[in-house]
Protein backbone atom coordinates (compact mmCIF):
# COMPACT_ATOMS: atom_id res chain seq x y z
CA UNK A 1 0.00 0.00 0.00
CA UNK A 2 2.73 2.67 1.35
CA UNK A 3 4.64 1.68 -1.96
CA UNK A 4 2.01 2.20 -4.60
CA UNK A 5 1.44 5.50 -2.71
CA UNK A 6 5.34 6.76 -3.36
CA UNK A 7 4.93 5.31 -7.26
CA UNK A 8 1.64 7.42 -7.33
CA UNK A 9 3.24 10.69 -5.81
CA UNK A 10 6.22 9.90 -8.19
CA UNK A 11 4.30 9.82 -10.79
CA UNK A 12 2.43 13.51 -9.89
CA UNK A 13 5.69 14.53 -9.21
CA UNK A 14 6.69 13.73 -12.79
CA UNK A 15 3.79 15.44 -14.44
CA UNK A 16 3.93 18.52 -12.50
CA UNK A 17 7.54 18.63 -13.52
CA UNK A 18 6.53 17.99 -17.33
CA UNK A 19 4.11 20.95 -17.40
CA UNK A 20 6.91 23.05 -15.38
CA UNK A 21 9.56 22.81 -17.81
CA UNK A 22 7.78 21.65 -20.84
CA UNK A 23 5.33 24.79 -21.30
CA UNK A 24 3.18 24.44 -24.37
CA UNK A 25 4.08 28.31 -25.33
CA UNK A 26 7.28 29.98 -25.17
CA UNK A 27 7.71 33.42 -22.65
CA UNK A 28 5.07 36.32 -23.61
CA UNK A 29 5.97 39.32 -25.93
CA UNK A 30 4.48 42.38 -24.34
CA UNK A 31 3.36 44.65 -27.37
CA UNK A 32 1.49 48.09 -26.06
CA UNK A 33 -2.33 49.15 -27.57
CA UNK A 34 -3.76 52.38 -26.02
CA UNK A 35 -5.06 52.90 -22.69
CA UNK A 36 -6.93 50.28 -20.91
CA UNK A 37 -7.10 47.23 -23.59
CA UNK A 38 -9.97 45.10 -23.20
CA UNK A 39 -10.51 42.90 -25.55
CA UNK A 40 -8.55 41.26 -29.03
CA UNK A 41 -9.21 39.88 -32.34
CA UNK A 42 -6.92 39.17 -35.48
CA UNK A 43 -7.84 39.48 -39.01
CA UNK A 44 -5.25 39.98 -42.14
CA UNK A 45 -7.02 43.68 -42.21
CA UNK A 46 -4.47 45.09 -44.78
CA UNK A 47 -4.12 42.00 -47.18
CA UNK A 48 -0.49 40.95 -46.76
CA UNK A 49 -0.95 37.53 -46.07
CA UNK A 50 -0.40 37.83 -42.14
CA UNK A 51 -2.81 38.13 -39.35
CA UNK A 52 -2.62 41.81 -37.64
CA UNK A 53 -4.61 42.51 -34.41
CA UNK A 54 -7.58 45.11 -33.63
CA UNK A 55 -7.66 45.87 -29.35
CA UNK A 56 -10.97 47.98 -28.06
CA UNK A 57 -9.16 49.97 -25.74
CA UNK A 58 -11.36 51.68 -23.10
CA UNK A 59 -10.70 55.12 -25.28
CA UNK A 60 -9.87 53.91 -28.58
CA UNK A 61 -9.43 50.97 -31.11
CA UNK A 62 -5.69 49.90 -31.59
CA UNK A 63 -4.37 48.00 -34.52
CA UNK A 64 -1.06 46.63 -34.42
CA UNK A 65 -0.12 45.67 -38.37
CA UNK A 66 2.46 42.04 -38.31
CA UNK A 67 5.65 42.08 -39.87
CA UNK A 68 5.06 39.02 -41.36
CA UNK A 69 7.16 37.23 -38.51
CA UNK A 70 4.40 37.04 -35.47
CA UNK A 71 6.01 40.61 -34.26
CA UNK A 72 3.93 43.73 -34.39
CA UNK A 73 4.44 47.20 -35.75
CA UNK A 74 3.42 50.14 -33.09
CA UNK A 75 -0.40 50.91 -32.81
CA UNK A 76 -2.37 52.95 -34.64
CA UNK A 77 -5.49 54.19 -33.00
CA UNK A 78 -8.77 55.37 -33.89
CA UNK A 79 -12.33 55.77 -33.11
CA UNK A 80 -13.84 55.29 -29.53
CA UNK A 81 -13.14 52.41 -27.37
CA UNK A 82 -15.29 49.37 -26.16
CA UNK A 83 -15.28 46.39 -23.90
CA UNK A 84 -15.67 43.87 -26.52
CA UNK A 85 -14.44 43.58 -30.30
CA UNK A 86 -15.17 41.40 -33.20
CA UNK A 87 -14.13 41.12 -36.91
CA UNK A 88 -16.38 39.85 -39.41
CA UNK A 89 -17.16 41.44 -43.17
CA UNK A 90 -20.23 43.74 -42.37
CA UNK A 91 -20.73 45.22 -46.14
CA UNK A 92 -19.95 41.89 -47.79
CA UNK A 93 -16.59 43.58 -49.42
CA UNK A 94 -14.88 40.70 -48.64
CA UNK A 95 -12.05 42.39 -46.13
CA UNK A 96 -13.39 41.84 -42.52
CA UNK A 97 -14.51 45.02 -40.25
CA UNK A 98 -15.19 45.70 -37.15
CA UNK A 99 -17.51 45.90 -34.43
CA UNK A 100 -17.11 47.38 -30.98
CA UNK A 101 -19.50 46.88 -28.17
CA UNK A 102 -19.37 49.49 -25.11
CA UNK A 103 -21.35 52.58 -24.09
CA UNK A 104 -24.85 52.86 -25.04
CA UNK A 105 -24.18 50.42 -28.00
CA UNK A 106 -22.27 49.11 -31.20
CA UNK A 107 -20.02 51.25 -33.36
CA UNK A 108 -19.36 49.53 -37.11
CA UNK A 109 -15.86 50.07 -38.41
CA UNK A 110 -15.88 49.61 -41.86
CA UNK A 111 -12.19 48.33 -43.70
CA UNK A 112 -10.52 50.17 -46.51
CA UNK A 113 -8.82 47.10 -47.43
CA UNK A 114 -5.71 48.76 -46.53
CA UNK A 115 -6.14 48.18 -42.50
CA UNK A 116 -7.05 51.63 -42.34
CA UNK A 117 -11.28 51.77 -41.23
CA UNK A 118 -14.03 54.27 -41.62
CA UNK A 119 -16.77 54.97 -38.88
CA UNK A 120 -19.93 53.43 -40.52
CA UNK A 121 -22.57 53.88 -37.62
CA UNK A 122 -23.40 53.37 -34.02
CA UNK A 123 -26.52 51.10 -33.00
CA UNK A 124 -28.21 51.50 -29.69
CA UNK A 125 -28.22 48.34 -27.90
CA UNK A 126 -29.54 47.59 -24.48
CA UNK A 127 -28.26 48.52 -21.08
CA UNK A 128 -24.12 47.82 -20.79
CA UNK A 129 -22.89 45.91 -23.67
CA UNK A 130 -19.90 43.84 -22.71
CA UNK A 131 -19.84 41.18 -25.66
CA UNK A 132 -20.28 41.09 -29.55
CA UNK A 133 -20.69 38.59 -32.12
CA UNK A 134 -21.38 37.91 -35.61
CA UNK A 135 -22.16 35.21 -37.97
CA UNK A 136 -24.74 35.08 -40.49
CA UNK A 137 -27.92 33.96 -38.07
CA UNK A 138 -30.90 34.00 -40.81
CA UNK A 139 -29.20 32.37 -43.66
CA UNK A 140 -29.69 35.18 -46.19
CA UNK A 141 -26.07 35.95 -47.27
CA UNK A 142 -24.90 38.72 -44.92
CA UNK A 143 -23.31 39.00 -41.16
CA UNK A 144 -25.67 39.68 -38.26
CA UNK A 145 -25.10 40.99 -34.85
CA UNK A 146 -25.76 40.48 -31.16
CA UNK A 147 -25.03 41.88 -28.67
CA UNK A 148 -24.59 40.75 -24.76
CA UNK A 149 -25.64 43.26 -22.25
CA1 LIG B 1 -1.66 41.72 -42.46
CA1 LIG C 1 2.20 42.55 -42.42
CA1 LIG D 1 -15.95 44.53 -45.39
CA1 LIG E 1 -28.05 37.74 -42.21
Do not use: W
Amino acid sequence: MRKSLIIIAEILLITINAFAFDPLFDGRIDYRAAYDPRSVCAYDFDSDGDKDLAVANSDSISILMNDGDGTFQPPINFGNGGLSIFTVDLDGDGDHDLAVAGGVGVSIYLNNGNGTFQTAGNYATGNSPRCVFSTDFDGDGDNDLTVAN
